[in-house]
């Protein structure tokens, strides 16, 4: 787990969790808040906090097979902590934050996002997106209206049409995915994703000479080459090796 504030942002506004928890179930979120001053940090970070808290207490009865409407109910829950902090504060009007969370635990996994923070899958050599950006590019693009590369370069390819904590109501997308053994879960903000190619990204989670902590750092070095205009974070999944972050630790 890797986060930097990047070449241009004077605050890192990005927030990242990873750790097992205790039903077993290891688990990782990042954020990457939006809003006025300071806005966006406090948005991402109450997001983070409200998941871990409810994922704390992720029932040792419930299967990730089942536990869909479970992530559901928790990404939920933490759209209200952030959109009622908003409402009670005027110095954090509008703020809210993308989010994306992996739960991995056997041969199962579940994904839950919203925004444009993004999860990729490396699986045999092949980078595999498993989210789908909730941004104004991506309709333009689904619809026909852009191209791929006219997306990548839009100006407006950062307007997100869903955030968490910007209304009172969210839709939440939680996909079902399965796990087995070689397996790399990529988690990471738009700092990365909208800087670093996919073939780059891929070809740095296939370098067998680089240990997990060193491919996080290589992203975050690509996305700053790339010219660092935001603020990046990179979590990596894998069941090799031994790291022991029960308890879990925050980016």
Same mark, same amino acid.
């Given at each position: ?46 997001? $983070? !906090? ?5 994922? /704390? ?8 097979? +089942? @536990?869909? *409407?479970? #992530? ?99 839709? $939440? !997308? ?5 796990? /087995? ?8 903000? +738009? @700092?990365? *994703?909208? #800087? ?56």
């Amino acid at each position: 787990m890797r986060s930097h504030v990047g070449k241009v942002r004077q605050i890192n506004e990005d927030q990242a969790w990873s750790g097992s928890l205790p039903s077993g179930i290891t688990a990782a979120i990042v954020a990457d808040g939006m809003g006025g001053h300071r806005a966006g940090d406090v948005a991402s970070s109450l997001a $983070v !906090d409200s998941l871990v808290q409810s994922l /704390q207490v992720w029932g040792e009865g419930t299967s990730l097979k +089942d @536990g869909a *409407s479970s #992530l559901t109910d928790m990404i939920r829950k933490a759209n209200k902590v952030v959109y009622e902090t908003a409402s009670l504060n005027e110095q954090y009007h509008n703020m809210g934050t993308t989010v994306v969370s992996a739960l991995v635990d056997g041969s199962t996994g579940l994904i839950g996002h919203i925004g444009d923070s993004r999860a990729y899958r490396l699986r045999a050599g092949r980078l595999e997106l498993l989210t789908e950006d909730h941004t104004l590019v991506n309709e333009l693009t689904k619809s026909g209206q852009l191209s791929p590369e006219e997306a990548a370069h839009h100006p407006r390819r950062n307007v997100l049409t869903r955030a968490l904590g910007t209304d009172r109501e969210v839709e $939440v !997308d939680v996909q079902a995915i399965d796990w /087995q053994s070689g397996d790399r879960i990529l988690l990471c903000s +738009d @700092g990365l *994703s909208g #800087l670093v190619e996919a073939s780059d990204i891929e070809a740095t989670l296939e370098d067998s000479a680089l240990q997990l902590e060193e491919q996080a750092q290589k992203l975050i070095d690509l996305a700053l080459a790339a010219g660092g205009d935001d603020n990046i974070t990179v979590v990596l999944v894998s069941d090799e090796g031994l790291v022991n972050a029960t308890g879990g630790e925050t980016a």
